[in-house]
């Protein structure tokens, strides 16, 4: 097997916290149980983010999340059918139908391993859902015709590293990366699925009219690691382990570019995820290093259909890459592009030129922040105001900047899922145990009026260790935030222990509560 097959279990550990937040209310109907609206999405891990007309749709650690009010408020599909309690991470949309794959994950022998469960589609918005099991193969598949060519398969008849990571959607036909399942295609609606013939490791090309010999296995081809798909009219490309293949005759004949085969090559062969720039009809690919030392982290583009390649943010591990137009719908002049990193969300507006990280994400109301530099997720969206939104989704957060003038400048809103307060007496911290050489605490409390707040962190012997905020003016807020970084008054980080906050707020009677620290 070869050495990349292990990749996964460093690519897929999931940083954020994941936390479950508590409904507020619920429909019951006979499909299943519903939430009918929270304040935020069920998850701090935001894998991906689709906009489809007046919908936002998530893809998180605790399943799906989708707003129809700009985030103004949320149904989470988590503990529900037929979501359970999956995480959710491909998200598509297409002629008015949603998909979304599901997956979890499980150790075996000190590894994680992620486990497909497969895919669900709505086409009424979400009030129904349909279930597809993870398409696997049969134990007895051993052998697929392409062409005048019987060519051997090793069958994939499990669900482990084999979950939908992508969806794609050509006429008539939707197209799955499915990671160790391969590149699989379903002509009646995902009711059965074939799977997809792409170039070994050693060839640059296949048609059915080539005489061929080798075997379909990602144990033995890193092409057969399958991680993206982008379909631009009726074109396919195919993002793997092994670089990226392209298709023009609906999947049928094949051209891989990789770091190897081109004079201008894309700076990876592991490409992570692509995107589409329609102001210029550019190709944009995450392009990590895979096996070559000669390749590097970074972002490939290609405005010739894959021909050549320019390579920029050398080094940064990217994500997800999104677009804001200028111009009119259907005609636009050019765009800014965005670059969800696991060292911070990245701007250009001179097409990948230069590159201006965001600046610090603070919640503009409530001051709340996303403690983290770690982004999985970007997409922007225009307003029928003409403001746009960028929304990134982070391991720890979902932000939305309302840009309506500048660059990065605008109205900042940050979502942290947490467990709702009932009353103005309740109060609570998250996360709880915290570290904070890695994160910072919030407080969480709720103010019915205008208020003067102070925060004193106390230890054990109830000595103060640090006055988070004094007589600090807070508005009527049913979720008040504030945060300690786990520091001392001296600015040193406190050691492991249990600590007790204390919320003064005015002349009211003050709330208490603990924390954990643990290093």
């Known amino acids: 097997m070869k050495k990349l097959f292990v990749i996964y279990f460093i690519l897929f550990v999931t940083n954020g916290l994941i936390a479950q937040q508590i409904p507020s209310d619920y429909n019951i109907s006979s499909k299943r149980l519903s939430k009918t609206s929270d304040q935020t999405p069920a998850s701090n ?31 989470n599909y988590y503990s529900v059918d037929p979501f359970g309690e999956e995480n959710v991470y491909a998200i598509k949309s297409n002629n008015g139908t949603v998909w979304a794959s599901t997956w979890h994950m499980i150790t075996e022998s000190g590894q994680d391993i992620p486990v497909g469960t497969g895919l669900s589609y709505s086409s009424d918005n979400g009030v129904t859902w349909n279930k597809i099991d993870q398409p696997i193969d049969l134990k007895s598949d051993s052998v697929i015709t392409y062409g005048n060519n ?49 170039p070994p490791d050693n060839l640059n090309s296949i048609k059915p009219t080539d005489t061929l010999n080798f075997f379909i296995s990602p144990s033995v081809n890193n092409n057969y690691y399958v991680f993206a798909i982008l379909t631009v009219k009726d074109t396919i490309y195919v993002g793997t382990a092994g670089g990226i293949n392209k298709s023009t005759d609906g999947g049928v004949s094949w051209v891989k570019f990789n770091h190897a085969n081109q004079a201008h090559p894309i700076s990876g062969n592991f490409i992570w995820s692509m995107s589409f720039n329609e102001a210029d009809n550019s190709i944009w690919a995450a392009t990590w ?78 001051s709340a922040d996303i403690n983290t530099k770690y982004f999985l997720s970007v997409k922007v969206n225009r307003r029928t105001d003409s403001s746009t939104d960028i929304w990134l989704g982070s391991n720890k957060g979902l932000a939305r900047l309302n840009e309506t003038t500048g660059f990065w400048a605008g109205n900042w809103k940050v979502f942290l899922a947490s467990q709702k307060l009932n009353s103005a007496t309740e109060s609570y911290a998250f996360p709880n145990p915290f570290s904070p050489n890695s994160e910072q605490v919030k407080i969480k409390y709720s103010t019915s009026g205008s208020a003067n707040v102070t925060i004193r962190i106390l230890d054990f012997g109830m000595n103060l260790v640090r006055t988070v905020i004094q007589n600090a003016p807070r508005i009527p807020n049913s979720e008040q935030l504030d945060i300690w970084d786990g520091r001392d008054e001296s600015g040193r980080i406190v050691p492991n222990g249990v600590y007790f906050y204390r919320i003064d707020l005015g002349s009211g009677t003050p709330l208490f509560g603990k924390i954990m620290v643990i290093m």
């Open 45 to 75: 891990s935001i894998e991906r983010i689709l906009i489809d007309g007046n919908n936002i749709w998530l893809g998180t650690g605790n399943g799906l999340s989708r707003s129809t009010d700009n985030g103004d408020s949320w149904k």
């Open 289 to 366: 290093q895979a096996a070559s030392q000669s390749e590097f982290w970074g972002v490939s583009s290609s405005k010739d259909g894959g021909k050549s390649w320019s390579n920029f943010l050398s080094g940064e591990k990217v994500h997800d890459i999104a677009f804001k137009y200028f111009g009119s719908n259907g005609n636009y002049t050019s765009a800014d592009i965005f670059a969800a990193t696991e060292n911070g969300a990245y701007r250009s507006s001179n097409n990948g030129a230069t590159w201006i990280s965001a600046p610090e994400i603070k919640d503009d109301n409530s």
């Open 150 to 198: 019987k060519l051997r398969i090793d069958p994939i008849a499990t669900n482990k590293v084999n979950m939908v990571r992508d969806i794609g959607f050509t006429k008539n036909t939707i197209w799955i990366a499915a990671w160790g399942g391969g590149l699989r295609k379903s002509t009646d609606n995902g009711q059965t699925w074939k799977r997809v013939v792409l």
